[in-house]
């Protein structure tokens, strides 16, 4: 019985290996790098525990909590203090608190009499006919009006993609708004009756998800699931090339300065599209990954200070903070990472992650890391009322670090859906298909594994059964779209 071949350790490749080794498929990993995780990274130092990348998971699904369990993480896994609630925007170099109700919304300074009223059209706003493809500046401007665009949305796209809501699509980028539009006729409506059918699939909305971290933080997940995997997770592999065979695969990798070809049953590709285009495919005609090495990715930059408590006016009781490009500053955001989970300073200090670039500021994610430091510091002193200097900084660069899913970003999905079809027994998965957060990938990978599982088990696997690939391969398209 042929394994199956994993690219890419990310937690979706990583995910997708444990899941199918839980189902009692052999499995082999191959991750091109000394290190399991991808962006996932935490370090602790001097008291302060940094992350780098994503700073928690949304609790959207049962499959993240099963996936926890079955790893035997469920005591070291941790809720998000209930008092950091409050989520703050900027308006007028001031935070504000985001309102958490209907009355708190009537109340809030955030948006004048006018946006506030403005808002009360929405519901009549017929839908939208799709004769072009919009961007999520055209639909807000359209459905919620300016202000909301520029002191909302703004910095929500910049905070979730660190990305432009001109050149974003709705359709691709937000398909659960686009979606609530398209069904319900207006966003209040959907938001209303969408919540019962989330309610009867035991799904949860992003905005009401708990959030997830560890006791020493995200990255006990990934090496966890390493752990789990032990000799079938190979490290230092980097594969170049893929070719179909009569019995399924063939995986060209490197692993030490030696090339070999290894078979297998089938392959998931869960590293990110850039590089997709790095590696051969020989399956049939077509062009192969390289049209997926055009998905903008922006670079950002995760800057990590530490402060004195007594340093720090603002109360810190929330999430965090966003800021929409209006205002002017440097960082797109702040996570107040101290107040969402225990032990993330030293007693008497708080540790405060922000991000720096993105389609915003692309220029300045790639300044030295000295500047980085000081342009955080800078919009921090304004925002935060902070009077000391930082008694810890840290500092990570992601020259590739987003997926842009923007306007047009549907030939990329096509693109895929056709690889898949043409190349059975192939999957793609990952952040630039189904979702750019962390909860999205764990759930592309789990979700990757039972297809390939019932496809497996089927014995219709490898190369003498096209016509049951590719039925596969079509249930795949239609369950990512």
């Given at each position: ?9 990310g ?54 909590r ?7 993480l ?39 009499a ?7 059209r ?46 974003l699509?709705v ?15 207006s966003?209040i ?34 090496e ?7 000799g079938?997770l ?30 297998h ?7 990110p ?7 051969s495919?020989e399956?049939g ?17 995760s ?15 929330g ?12 960082i ?55 009077s000391?200097?930082?008694?810890f ?5 992601y ?8 306007v ?69 398209n239609?369950?990512?779209?």
């Amino acid at each position: 019985m042929n394994s199956v071949a994993i690219i890419g350790a990310g937690i979706t490749g990583l995910t997708a290996g444990f899941r199918l080794a839980q189902n009692h498929i052999p499995v082999i990993l191959y991750e091109a790098s000394d290190r399991v995780g991808g962006a996932i990274q935490s370090i602790r130092r001097d008291g302060f525990l940094a992350e780098f990348g994503p700073n928690t998971i949304l609790d959207t699904s049962p499959k993240i909590r099963e996936v926890i369990v079955a790893a035997g993480l469920e005591k070291r896994m941790l809720y998000s203090d209930d008092r950091a609630a409050n989520r703050y925007l900027v308006r007028r170099r001031k935070t504000v608190a985001m309102p958490a109700s209907p009355f708190g919304f009537l109340k809030t300074p955030l948006f004048s009499a006018r946006a506030k009223l403005r808002l009360f059209r929405e519901p009549f706003i017929a839908p939208w006919d799709n004769h072009y493809e919009e961007s999520v500046a055209q639909f807000v401007l359209r459905r919620l009006g300016r202000e909301f665009l520029d002191y909302a949305i703004d910095a929500l796209v910049g905070g979730i993609y660190a990305g432009d809501p001109d050149r974003l699509s709705v359709m691709h980028g937000f398909p659960k708004l686009y979606a609530l539009e398209q069904k319900y006729g207006s966003l209040i409506k959907g938001q209303i009756l969408g919540a019962r059918e989330r309610k009867r699939r035991a799904e949860v909305s992003k905005q009401d998800a708990k959030k997830i971290s560890f006791d020493e933080g995200l990255q006990v997940l990934p090496e966890t699931l390493h752990a789990r995997l032990g000799g079938a997770l190979r490290l230092n592999s980097n594969v170049s090339g893929l070719a179909r065979t009569t019995s399924g695969w063939s995986v060209q990798v490197r692993t030490g300065g030696r090339e070999e070809r290894l078979d297998h049953s089938m392959v998931l590709l869960a590293v990110p599209a850039y590089c997709l285009a790095n590696i051969s495919l020989e399956a049939g005609n077509g062009p192969g990954f390289q049209p997926l090495a055009r998905i903008q990715y922006p670079p950002v930059a995760s800057v990590v200070l530490g402060f004195r408590r007594t340093e720090v006016s603002h109360l810190l009781d929330g999430f965090g903070m966003l800021i929409p490009k209006i205002e002017g500053f440097n960082i797109l955001g702040t996570l107040f990472s101290s107040s969402l989970f225990p032990n993330r300073a030293p007693a008497g200090h708080v540790t405060l992650t922000s991000y720096v670039g993105g389609m915003r500021n692309p220029e300045l994610a790639l300044r030295p890391v000295a500047d980085l430091y000081e342009l955080a510091i800078q919009d921090l002193r304004v925002l935060l009322g902070i009077s000391g200097e930082p008694t810890f900084r840290h500092a990570v660069l992601y020259k590739q670090a987003i997926p842009q899913y923007e306007v047009g970003y549907g030939q990329y999905k096509q693109a895929m859906d056709d690889l898949e079809t043409r190349a059975p027994g192939m999957f793609l998965a990952g952040h630039y298909r189904s979702g750019i957060s962390l909860s999205d990938c764990l759930c592309a990978g789990y979700d990757a594994a039972e297809r390939i599982t019932t496809l497996f088990r089927s014995g219709q696997h490898g190369g003498m059964y096209p016509a049951a690939l590719t039925a596969s391969s079509q249930l795949t398209n239609a369950a990512c779209r």
